[in-house]
Every structure is written in structure tokens, then in C-alpha cells.
T-cell receptor, first 113, second 113 residues
Framework: DQQVKQNSPSLSVQEGRISILNCDYTNSMFDYFLWYKKYPAEGPTFLISISSIKDKNEDGRFTVFLNKSAKHLSLHIVPSQPGDSAVYFCAASAANSGYALNFGKGTSLLVTP | GAVVSQHPSWVICKSGTSVKIECRSLDFQATTMFWYRQFPKQSLMLMATSNEGSKATYEQGVEKDKFLINHASLTLSTLTVTSAHPEDSSFYIC?????????FGSGTRLTVV
């Protein structure tokens, strides 16, 4: 049962514009959320995280928004750059399940020049 | 920062043989190691959680006798795929949780022929 869902398998954005990647979750016990960037045959690279006590976290071009009532989070990348092209995974963890990460299926982002 | 060294990065083995994958935390102690598997275009699925010095906890549907996990020290965890079959071909990734957050290995591409 997929507890973390990324309903958009792919997204194409023009360089310089904003990329918005969405993620929904079903487990209300999740209290920590992360975004990872991944290339084929490589391990995920951590981008940004947010705790459930916050609704926004910003790090450079990356901002994560959390809407707990909607069980929804999003990653904003602005401005988007061609080097951002990769698969982005949303992940969530809960203290009561040993902090193991539950991943979405990923969204493939393509940033075109 | 924290680094997890995972090897081999890729391995091809014959059906029926066993393969061992190692994950070492290089500059920190990993009391908990998570093992994931990723099939093409799918999410990273948690297989098991191992804690140093104790038995691993397996997710539902993961055969503990087939995927042997050993976490004998704070810096080394191993996953052995026993009697591998073509359907075990996948991308296996470990992740350690520490005060640095979640650190992933670079992954192992297993192909069983």
C-alpha cells in the first residue's frame, strides 16, 4: 500500500521558470518529510526536508511547503536550471515506525533551455 | 559529512548463487541501517531495518531466509541475496540514519542470469 504518492510521473519546465513537484501522503503519523534527487543507478541525493511542526522550509532555490490538513507537500525550484533535470522522490517517516523512509514513485523533471 | 560506502556497485551472478552487498559508514556510527530495493520506474521499497547487534526487522512480503541481513558492527551492514533468481534482479540501496540525517549508499545493481 503506497503511503506516499507522487501522481505526476513527469514534468517539463523551461529554464528560469518555477518547477513545482507535488506529493501526497496518507499516514497521519508521518512527522518528517524529505525530498531527494536521483539519477539512474545512483543513490538518492538529499535536497531538503521539513518537520511536521513547520509549514515551510527554504534552502537556496529549493522551498518545501507542507500542508498537514491536506496531507500534501510540494517542492518548489526557482529558478529551474537544466542541471535540475532528474527524478525527484518525496519521502516521509514516522517515529512510531522506526524512522524508515517511505518513498513516492518519483517525478521525472526535465528542464529545457 | 556522513558517507556510506556501498559495494559492489554492480554484480552479475548466475541463478542459484548467493550475492553479498556491503554498506559501510565511513565516518560515523550507523546504529540503524535500512535496506531498499528499487525496480525500474518504481519507488524505493523498504525491505528491512537492521539495528546493530540485533535481528533485522523485515517488511511484509520480504523473505528473511532469502535476504539475509547482518549488522554486526556500528560501521558495517551486509545484505546477502541467497539462491538468487532472475526476479531478484533489481537495484538495492542501503541507508543509515544518524545525527547527520539519512545517508544513502550509491546502490548496487544486481542482475541474475
Amino acid at each position: 500500500d503506497q503511503q506516499v504518492k507522487q501522481n505526476s510521473p513527469s514534468l517539463s519546465v523551461q529554464e528560469g521558470r518555477i518547477s513545482i513537484l507535488n506529493c501526497d501522503y496518507t499516514n497521519s503519523m508521518f512527522d518528517y518529510f524529505l525530498w531527494y534527487k536521483k539519477y539512474p543507478a545512483e543513490g538518492p541525493t538529499f535536497l531538503i526536508s521539513i518537520s511536521s511542526i513547520k509549514d515551510k522550509n527554504e534552502d537556496g532555490r529549493f522551498t518545501v511547503f507542507l500542508n498537514k490538513s491536506a496531507k500534501h507537500l510540494s517542492l518548489h525550484i526557482v529558478p529551474s536550471q537544466p542541471g535540475d533535470s532528474a527524478v525527484y522522490f518525496c519521502a516521509a517517516s514516522a517515529a512510531n515506525s522506526g524512522y524508515a523512509l517511505n518513498f513516492g514513485k518519483g517525478t521525472s523533471l526535465l528542464v529545457t533551455p | 559529512g556522513a558517507v556510506v560506502s556501498q559495494h559492489p556497485s554492480w554484480v552479475i551472478c548466475k541463478s542459484g548463487t548467493s550475492v553479498k552487498i556491503e554498506c559501510r559508514s565511513l565516518d560515523f556510527q550507523a546504529t540503524t541501517m535500512f535496506w531498499y530495493r528499487q525496480f525500474p520506474k518504481q519507488s524505493l521499497m523498504l525491505m528491512a531495518t537492521s539495528n546493530e547487534g540485533s535481528k533485522a526487522t523485515y517488511e511484509q512480503g520480504v523473505e528473511k531466509d532469502k535476504f539475509l541481513i547482518n549488522h554486526a558492527s556500528l560501521t558495517l551492514s551486509t545484505l546477502t541475496v541467497t539462491s538468487a533468481h532472475p526476479e531478484d534482479s533489481s537495484f538495492y540501496i542501503c541507508s543509515a540514519r544518524s545525527s547527520y540525517g539519512y545517508t544513502f549508499g550509491s546502490g548496487t545493481r544486481l542482475t541474475v542470469v
